[in-house]
């Protein structure tokens, strides 16, 4: 199977694994161990993969600032499988991260030719009331904005703008000579979506996480090189020194760079044309560093950023993003916004949400014999997926649930009617705080 990652086509991954390897995804379980209460899609592996996901980490729990940001596009109506960014997003703005909401109208009107009108009808409706139903707070640093509102997102576009060329977003994305250019711009509106928490406006360069489907992660090495291509210094970590390389410093900042770095007394300065190196450092090869202690790297690293920062630059520190699996339609294959039958809307009448998983495909075998004989594949199921993903916090119910159905002694119908039952409560419920959230829209800036 070829493997794609296609951010506007229909992807379908069935071994995450490779991600690992092709994409150079990192994978989860290395960062669950360090989390004292991870989110449930953390601790049943539902998010499976990260990219740097340590320096927000690193940020959350020594109380330092971070923030989390992901966005969603206006094309048609929010289901299961946006609810998890939505909750990702909240989840993280819990732990003390600014966080920030793009809906991307500029995306869905130049890449699906949604006009404005209907970008903001779907934003507030499908998107932003949903948002702050799950528990969006309208805190200070934090922002549920439209891409075409956003100045700042904007002019930040712009200028990534000089960082990225036809050739190679071509190459990510597959544009060729008929690809019209708002296409192109809403790319770098993406980008600077990511970025843009970064500005002084927002409190300066922090760590930063995007929680997205794995299908997004094009936009996301994008956008950590055009992060890395904005710096002026590369701060690296050497055998047993750290080097400083003025990739694009000009000589003054290279005099400041030394200077700084002399009265901060990491270690031994010693400055070359194009690069500084700092020997002698303390602990240098301890890098794994406690959360407590921050390490010598990430500390010059600071350093420089503010220095960068002073002489009228970005400093950007490279996002971080995390990676959830994505849900099987209920009717097989992806779960879409496109396909009305493999989802349920978040807005679905809970009865309507019911029959969907009356109809939906299972585990189950051909004849309820055979199903009593061989038990049912749980693995397969679209039914114990939702409660996997979302119905069930319990972990204990789930693993009887799944012995239940490869024993034979649980059959699909029976199940069915359970989930469909949740899931009637569920919306049931949310739509009660989305009525609830209406009330809420200025705080968050909304006007309806
Ligand atoms: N491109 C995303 C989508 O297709 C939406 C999006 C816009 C986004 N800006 C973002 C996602 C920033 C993550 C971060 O749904």
């Known amino acids: 199977m070829e493997l794609k990652l296609d951010p506007w086509g229909a992807v379908h991954v069935d071994d995450y694994t490779k991600l690992f390897e092709v994409f150079g995804i990192s994978s989860f379980d290395e960062i669950l161990p360090k989390l004292e209460e991870p989110h449930p899609y953390m601790a049943h592996k539902i998010i499976f993969g990260h990219r740097n996901y340590d320096s927000v980490l690193r940020a959350m729990q020594r109380h330092e600032p971070f923030a989390v940001m992901s966005g969603f596009m206006p094309s048609g109506r929010a289901h299961f499988g946006h609810m998890m960014v939505m909750n990702e997003i909240i989840w993280h703005q819990q732990q003390g991260g600014d966080a920030f909401a793009a809906i991307a109208d500029m995306e869905a009107h130049a890449v699906r030719g949604i006009s404005w009108a209907k970008c903001r009808t779907l934003g507030i409706n499908e998107y932003i009331l949903s948002l702050i139903a799950f528990g969006f707070e309208p805190k200070d640093g934090s922002h549920i904005y439209f891409q075409s509102e956003n100045y700042k997102m904007r002019n930040l576009a712009f200028e990534l703008g000089r960082e990225a060329n036809f050739s190679e977003v071509s190459a990510i994305y597959g544009f060729s000579g008929e690809t019209h250019i708002s296409h192109m711009e809403s790319v770098m509106a993406q980008s600077a979506d990511i970025l843009h928490p970064q500005l002084e406006e927002f409190g300066g360069p922090k760590p930063v996480v995007i929680p997205v489907g794995a299908d997004q992660d094009p936009h996301i090495k994008l956008t950590r090189d055009l992060a890395y291509r904005m710096r002026m ?5 050497r055998k047993d020194y750290i080097s400083i390389r003025g990739k694009a410093a000009s000589k003054e900042l290279m005099q400041s760079a030394e200077l700084a770095l002399k009265n901060a007394g990491y270690g031994k300065v010693k400055r070359y044309e194009e690069h500084i190196d700092v020997t002698d450092v303390t602990n240098v090869l301890n890098i794994d560093d406690t959360i407590n202690s ?4 990430e500390s010059i690293d600071r350093l420089i950023i503010k220095l960068e920062i002073e002489h009228g630059h970005y400093g950007f520190i490279p996002p971080a993003s995390i990676y959830h699996r994505f849900m099987t339609g209920l009717t097989g294959g992806k779960m ?3 396909k009305p039958e493999s989802h349920i809307a978040l807005t679905e009448d809970p009865q309507e949400a019911g029959k969907k998983i009356m109809r939906a495909i299972t585990g189950g075998r051909q004849s ?3 199903q009593k004989k061989l038990g049912g594949e749980p693995e397969k199921c679209s039914i114990y997926e939702f409660l996997v993903f979302h119905l069930s916090q319990d972990d204990k119910e789930l693993l009887e649930l799944d012995a239940e159905c490869r024993s034979g002694r649980r059959m ?4 069915k009617k359970d989930v469909a039952e949740r899931i009637e409560i569920f919306l049931r419920e949310h739509q009660q705080a989305r009525e609830a959230a209406k009330e809420r829209l200025p705080e968050f800036g909304i006007k309806n």
């Open 233 to 237: 210094f590369l701060v690296e970590q």
């Open 294 to 297: 921050r390490n010598p790297l």
């Open 336 to 338: 879409s916004s496109s």
């Open 368 to 370: 309820l014999a055979e």
């Open 412 to 415: 699909c119908g029976t199940c």
